[in-house]
């Protein structure tokens, strides 16, 4: 395959484009000392992960940020499933405002959703804990999931769905066999922004919380005191989420 | 294993539209293999897929080998279906998507893939079993489709226009295949189409369907040339409909092929005449009826002739005017 000379110029270009902030963040994150008028740093080290593991406690923050984000993404998909169903096939008749209704809370900040949740929450009793969290984050990931799920549930689908009941499959058979697999590219790009939307909550988690630390809970006091350990764990903060959107790739090679 | 079709009374009406069939009565004998014809809209897709459970009937009764189906859920009548388009899974292989009905009736894996391996020998796609469908073109497609509905092992085989994406040359290999592969297994088959050439071709009988009813089925022959109403012989063809003095309450139909150019008592003045390549259309003008004809191009007048031709009374057909055949010409 050849390559037009506008192409050749054009993919390093916009790879070192976004490669740039990231090798600053790597730089920042490495450099034990980092002088003013200095384009380099001065000498490097494992300083700001040593401090950031030790003193900000990023291993139980990306424990949380994990598991709060996994249970988030999964209920999100299965919660999202069926409603994403109804509105892709358009089966309702006031599809356009219920679709509404489901993105209000996106125009809600996030600091003000948690904190009406958590008047709610202490009375359940769902206060300060990892369920609770996962909760209130379903409040932004739900919407985002079922926007991208129901892209997927085309007339296309519901006519293999259809043929896969004359050919003898029941309803469970048939999710199996014939509607994940048809929808597996929205699946994937649905967790993906679902996961990463949980990942990278920082208002509802601090009001509901408690003080239950997650990653950008424990990364912005660093912003202004110590930026090494910021960029550090800025760099555990994006690792996970690079790793999700190549797996979210993967997924994404299937035709239909 | 194959099994009789008894449909009566078969209402399906969706809320809030007129009703698509209304009162279906169609009988197939167990093995015969029988063709539902009918023009657009007439309900020919939505009676097939109310036999195979995927529309809700109103009222009536579908039998199979004499147990009704109407409460039945479509995966577990024992019928087999194969739609317009092949409707083959992307994600899987040909191979795969010829076993999904032995999938889903749980046979394992080896079995499964002997089984469907053998399908696909049958429909002549055997050096396919790996591939893709991505890459089938429409008629190896439809013969996946085939073999896939074959491999359910089904009392009852629907098709519903299997040919209409295809080609000529293709149409004609998978006309000659579903009629080998139904008679090899004498299975009992119901076949919709709009085309009455290959509603002729397929059906050992052939219903037509108008308005959500059947209104004649019988063996083609009789179809074709003595058919019970005017729609029907509109529809098979039999275009010429004459009402005469001398035949007070009846309708006279002759097809265009049958009318003699050249001899006889009548005269008529050529309207029209249209070269069709291996005949010659006339639409001829007979004391204020329009009569249609079809000659050889060789003996074919031209328009403005004044010709003699005669309607062969061997080829006419009587049909009687019954008060429902009325009713069905007014909403017309």
Request: glycine share 8%.
């Amino acid at each position: 395959m050849s390559r037009s000379p506008a192409k050749r110029v054009a993919a390093p270009l916009a790879v070192a484009l976004l490669a740039l902030p990231l090798t600053v963040l790597v730089a920042q994150a490495f450099a034990d000392v980092w002088r003013a008028p200095g384009v380099l740093p001065d000498e490097l080290g494992w300083r700001g992960f040593e401090l950031a593991f030790e003193r900000a406690g990023a291993g139980e923050a990306l424990l949380n940020s994990v598991v709060i984000g996994l249970l988030a993404t999964a209920l999100a998909l299965v919660v999202g499933w069926p409603a994403a169903r109804v509105l892709g096939q358009r089966l309702l008749p006031r599809n356009g405002l219920i679709f509404l209704l489901l993105a209000l809370p996106l125009l809600m900040p996030p600091y003000l959703a948690g904190f009406g949740l958590t008047e709610w929450f202490i009375r359940l009793g769902l206060d300060d804990s990892l369920a609770g969290i996962v909760l209130a984050h379903l409040t932004f990931v739900l919407p985002y999931a079922i926007v991208i799920l129901l892209s997927g549930f085309t007339a296309r689908v519901d006519e293999l769905e259809e043929m896969a009941r004359v050919a003898g499959a029941g309803w469970l058979a048939r999710l199996r066999l014939v509607t994940v697999p048809s929808l597996r590219p929205t699946i994937a790009a649905a967790a993906l922004l679902a996961f990463l939307v949980s990942w990278s909550q920082y208002g509802t988690t601090l009001a509901v919380g408690a003080g239950r630390p997650t990653l950008p809970i424990v990364m912005l006091p660093f912003v202004r005191t110590d930026p090494q350990v910021a960029a550090a764990l800025a760099l555990v903060f994006l690792a996970p989420c690079l790793l999700a959107l190549a797996l979210a790739a993967r997924a994404q090679r299937s035709p239909l | 294993m194959s099994a009789e079709l008894r449909i009566e009374g078969l209402v399906v009406a969706p809320p809030g539209t007129t009703p698509v069939l209304r009162g279906v009565e169609l009988a197939v004998p167990a093995g015969e293999r029988a063709v539902l014809a009918g023009p657009s809209g007439a309900g020919k897709t939505t009676l097939l897929r109310a036999i195979a459970g995927l529309e809700d009937p109103a009222a009536g009764t579908i039998a199979l080998g004499g147990s009704d189906q109407t409460g039945v859920p479509a995966h577990r009548r024992r019928m087999a279906m194969v739609f317009q388009d092949p409707r083959l899974l992307p994600h899987a292989s040909v191979l795969d998507n010829i076993a999904l009905p032995l999938r889903a009736a749980g046979v394992k894996r080896a079995e499964r893939r002997r089984l469907a391996g053998e399908q696909l020998e049958e429909v002549g796609m055997a050096a396919f079993a790996e591939r893709r469908v991505a890459g089938l073109s429409g008629g190896e497609a439809q013969r996946v489709a085939l073999a896939r509905a074959l491999c359910a092992e089904p009392e009852l085989l629907l098709l519903d226009e299997p040919l209409a994406a295809l080609d000529p040359r293709r149409r004609e290999a998978l006309r000659r295949l579903i009629a080998e592969l139904q008679e090899r297994r004498s299975l009992t088959c119901l076949i919709v189409t709009h085309d009455r050439a290959e509603a002729a071709e397929l059906g050992q009988s052939l219903a037509l369907m108008i308005e959500g009813r059947i209104v004649q089925h019988d063996d083609p022959r009789t179809i074709f040339e003595r058919p019970a109403t005017r729609a029907v012989a509109r529809f098979f063809g039999a275009s010429n409909l004459l009402e005469l003095p001398e035949h007070p309450g009846r309708v006279l139909a002759i097809r265009p092929e049958h009318v003699a150019i050249g001899s006889g008592t009548l005269r008529a003045t050529v309207l029209e005449s249209v070269y069709r390549g291996t005949q010659v259309a006339l639409a001829l003008d007979w004391q204020g009826r329009r009569i249609e004809a079809l000659i050889d191009p060789a003996d074919a007048p031209a328009a403005g002739a004044t010709i003699a031709f005669e309607l062969p009374a061997e080829r006419l057909w009587a049909i009687p005017q019954t008060a429902d055949e009325r009713d069905l010409e007014l909403r017309e």
